[in-house]
């Protein structure tokens, strides 16, 4: 018998965590190999009975901490302190479950200035419908201050740039194999400083980056390191790397008016990276999409968004 700390979420609709002192758990043997099991979690949420029947113990530590100065009974390869469970981000039981994790930041509170970045992972690709919700302690929504991206196959990059200075609640949600949507975890904001103009993302469009309905191919991309592009002198030219040799063609949409451009768009493939090239006729945001060419049929796979600071 395992004692500890226990994370709950104070509501169905919130996983903001109390947590709860005087929880017990198990750790069998099996086979030679430590697990732990939970019976009181199990039988309280019939629904996540199964979760709770050896279940990983990186996602197990996400909600119990065993208070034995024994580290081992964590059963990780590097065990965590008291101090980084408290303050870690709490990710809901239905999510946790679903194998989704919170790759950065560490801590549920986070402290910044101008703009900061968060990322998760969704290893068994059951999210859909993603979505992120950035509010003010007035309850105003400032959406339009977040940019979401897929950067690989099963990671969202969120990237946040506040509009002035203050305290938000940034609500990471989505759909887990149902229709309805759910929040998956939630972080506390302390924006210190923002810079006097910040510039709005388009509305347009909600997640950029790999286009989840072709798969197959996206599993041929490295992990993009942008997927938001900003351009000084009104020349685009960035590349991004792929296992393979592609057969691309891209398309260019000024957001301004919705103005296609794709005669102004070139393309260049080697066997380890496309090259995207263009010389962007106006100030403003412009929308990139990238098809890969299969007996002759386009499969969109890749948006990128640029921002071009002159024409």
């Known amino acids: 018998m395992v004692r500890g ?29 430590w697990h732990v099991v939970d019976c009181l979690c199990g039988a309280n949420n019939s629904s996540m009975e199964s979760f709770y029947f050896l279940p990983d113990p990186e996602q197990f530590i996400n909600n119990h901490f065993p208070l ?4 081992s009974w964590q059963l990780l390869s590097e065990p965590i302190s008291l ?5 870690a981000p709490f990710i809901s039981e239905t999510a946790m479950a679903r194998g989704i994790k919170v790759l950065s930041p ?12 968060c990322s998760i992972t ?8 993603f979505s992120v919700v950035l509010s003010s302690e007035d309850g105003l929504v400032h959406n339009e201050f977040v940019f979401i991206s897929r950067v690989d196959v099963n990671t969202y990059l969120i990237h946040i740039r506040p509009p002035f200075a203050g305290n938000f609640r940034l609500t990471l949600q989505g759909k887990m194999s149902t229709t309805v949507t759910e929040i998956l975890t939630e972080f506390v904001v302390m924006c210190l400083s923002a810079k006097k103009r910040v510039q709005k993302f388009p509305s347009d469009y909600k997640t950029w980056g790999i286009e989840p309905k072709f798969l197959e191919f996206a599993e041929e991309l490295c992990t993009l390191s942008r997927t938001f592009q900003v351009v000084k ?5 960035f590349s991004f790397a ?6 691309v063609y891209a398309s260019l949409q000024w957001l301004g008016d919705g103005r296609g451009l794709d005669g102004s768009i070139g393309t260049e493939s080697s066997p380890s990276q496309v090259t995207l090239k263009s010389d962007l006729p106006k100030k403003g945001f412009y929308r ?3 098809y890969r060419r299969e007996s002759d049929v386009l499969y969109p796979v890749l948006y990128f968004l640029v921002y071009s600071k002159k024409g």
């Open 122 to 129: 969704d290893s068994r690709a059951v999210l859909t419908d």
């Open 106 to 117: 560490k801590t549920r509170i986070v402290n910044m200035s101008n703009s900061f970045e």
């Open 242 to 247: 792929t296992k393979s040799c592609w057969e």
């Open 233 to 237: 002198n009104g020349k685009l030219d």
């Open 5 to 33: 700390l226990h994370k709950i979420p104070t509501d169905q609709d919130s996983p903001s965590p109390v947590v709860c002192g005087d929880h017990c758990w198990n750790a069998v043997v099996l086979a030679g190999k």
């Open 83 to 87: 101090e980084d469970f408290n303050q």
């Open 288 to 290: 990139v999409c990238v």
């Open 68 to 71: 034995d100065l024994d580290k």
